[in-house]
């Protein structure tokens, strides 16, 4: 079975496609300038659940989350993303399936802030699998912000802000 088509939902393009010359299937989310509606972001969830019941994504996915364009989102959407994505069933799907994800954003006030945002996201659900903050799509992952899932950390507590400046490139 193919992958879905491509879905345009006004605030965010959804194209599903296959990583060229591997075995994952990719999902790229890239943002627009537009509202995001309660109605879109359940359209939006959804899509990625049917996304996830296709044969080329059973090898596993990456996922990436470009939000260069996208308008900043009430903590309410935020909170309720992670609610979703905290889900035990969808939960179990991401960690067996799932194996990278990057958010891209763009340089500046715009990285801090996304540092904040995924930090209070992943507080609520955290990271299934290696997740970057880049600014760019082909950023390299060793130049982003690395955030990692629960079972790869040390039992050193970790300063969010420590080594911002090597972490996050053209940060201000």
Known sequence: ????????????????????GGDLAELVLKAKDAELTDQGVTQMTDY??????????????????DMRFLRVPSMKIVMRLAEWGRDPARTETFQRMNKACKVVVTEGLRTRLA????????FVCPPVCDTYLLTAAD???????????PSQK?????????????????GT
């Open 139 to 149: 950023q390299p992952e060793s130049e982003g912000v690395y955030f990692a899932p």
């Open 48 to 65: 990625i659940d049917r996304f996830l019941g296709y044969e080329g994504v059973q090898n596993g996915f990456s996922i990436v989350y």
């Open 115 to 122: 540092k904040g945002i995924l930090t209070t996201f992943f």
């Open 154 to 170: 040390t039992d050193e507590p970790e300063d969010p802000d420590a080594e911002e400046d090597e972490n996050i490139q053209g």
């Open 1 to 20: 079975m193919a992958l879905p088509e491509p879905l345009d939902l006004g605030f965010v393009v959804l194209t599903p496609q296959q990583r060229e």
